[in-house]
Structures are given as structure tokens and as C-alpha cells.
């Protein structure tokens, strides 16, 4: 068979498929299909890569494009993170890439996109010093890692990822020391 090199989108409204026919015996077999809905099922590998961003500068707006992302956050004087608005199926992570010495941040886009979920911060210099804070799902739409006790130590993630169109679901295991206090504002 001749390849075929098309010059613009190719359409279909009824899904698209790969296939592989056995030579013995002619049989048919899909390895990939797209269906009219759009959902891809494979037989095959399918290799991703995480899109990892490093973050240096004192600002960042973190685009809904970049759903499935990593970010370093490796500012040390301090970084302010405002994430896109909130809808059901985004998701972020970020690494805490050093350690801060001026006030780290993670905003919402609107005040009435509000964070769910727990933030676990333990000290690492004292093995039974850590703590579990929650957000109180009433005005909580910032994560500040604006103090060594609310986990702004190198190491720490958070993972982030929206579960309705005004709350983002929250997952931190962070690095703190002194008195452990809430990152959630």
C-alpha cells in the first residue's frame, strides 16, 4: 500500500482505526481506535512524557492548557502561583524545588474557587512532630507556604486537581519546621 499525506485536518464522523491484518489468515485486528466520541482504546503502548515546568520567576499563571503538568518551584525569595479557573478534571502538581526564604503562594483564579483536601506537614529534623491541616471549604482559596512551619522546606508536593467547576482537591505532603501551622488561607 502507498502512504497518503494530507494537507489540513482530516475529519471523520465515525471514529478512526488502525489495524494490522494476519498474513496466514487475513484476519483483522483494530490496535487503535478513536470513536465518534472521541475516546481512544489501544491494544498498544502509549508513551507520555510529564510536561515538567520550572518555575523562577516571582509570578506564575498556570495556563488550563497545562493540565497533567509538573512544576518545580525554585524560587527561593518567593513565588506567587495563580492557577486557571477551576473545571472538573484539571490537575496539577507542584515539587517545592527549594527552599523558600521569602513567602510561596498558590492562588485560585476566582475567590469562589476554593481548595478541598489536607495538607500533611511533618519536620523532618523531629520524626514525631507533623500534623494533618484541612481546609474549612468556606473561603480557603490559597495555599501560603509563606513560613518554614507551613511547609515551605525543599521536598514538599502538592498535587492539585479540580473536581467540580469551584473546588480544587488538594494533596500535600510538605517539609515544615517550628510549630506546624496551616498553609490553607
Not at 498474513?23 to 502509549?46: F, I, P, Q
Not at 476554593?114 to 494533618?132: Q, R
Request: hydrophobic letters at 40%; a negative charge.
Amino acid at each position: 500500500m502507498s502512504n497518503t499525506t494530507f494537507n489540513g485536518p482530516v475529519r471523520s464522523e465515525n471514529g478512526f482505526e488502525q489495524i494490522s491484518i494476519a498474513s496466514g489468515t487475513g484476519t483483522v485486528t483494530t490496535n487503535l481506535d478513536v470513536d465518534t466520541s472521541g475516546n481512544v482504546t489501544t491494544t498498544g503502548y502509549v508513551s507520555s512524557y510529564d510536561n515538567i515546568v520550572d518555575i523562577t520567576d516571582a509570578t506564575y499563571t498556570v495556563a488550563s492548557t497545562q493540565s497533567g503538568a509538573v512544576f518545580t518551584l525554585n524560587r527561593a525569595a518567593g513565588i506567587v502561583v495563580t492557577l486557571p479557573t477551576a473545571a472538573a478534571g484539571l490537575q496539577y502538581t507542584f515539587i517545592v524545588g527549594t527552599t523558600f526564604s521569602g513567602a510561596g503562594q498558590i492562588n485560585t483564579q476566582n475567590t469562589s474557587d476554593l481548595y478541598s483536601g489536607f495538607a500533611h506537614i511533618f519536620d523532618p529534623a523531629t520524626a514525631t512532630d507533623m500534623n494533618t491541616f484541612i481546609p474549612d471549604a468556606s473561603n480557603d482559596d490559597t495555599i501560603d507556604l509563606g513560613t518554614a512551619a507551613q511547609g515551605w522546606l525543599v521536598g514538599g508536593i502538592i498535587r492539585l486537581k479540580a473536581t467540580t467547576a469551584a473546588v480544587w482537591h488538594c494533596e500535600a505532603f510538605l517539609h515544615g519546621d517550628g510549630t506546624l501551622a496551616t498553609p490553607f488561607e
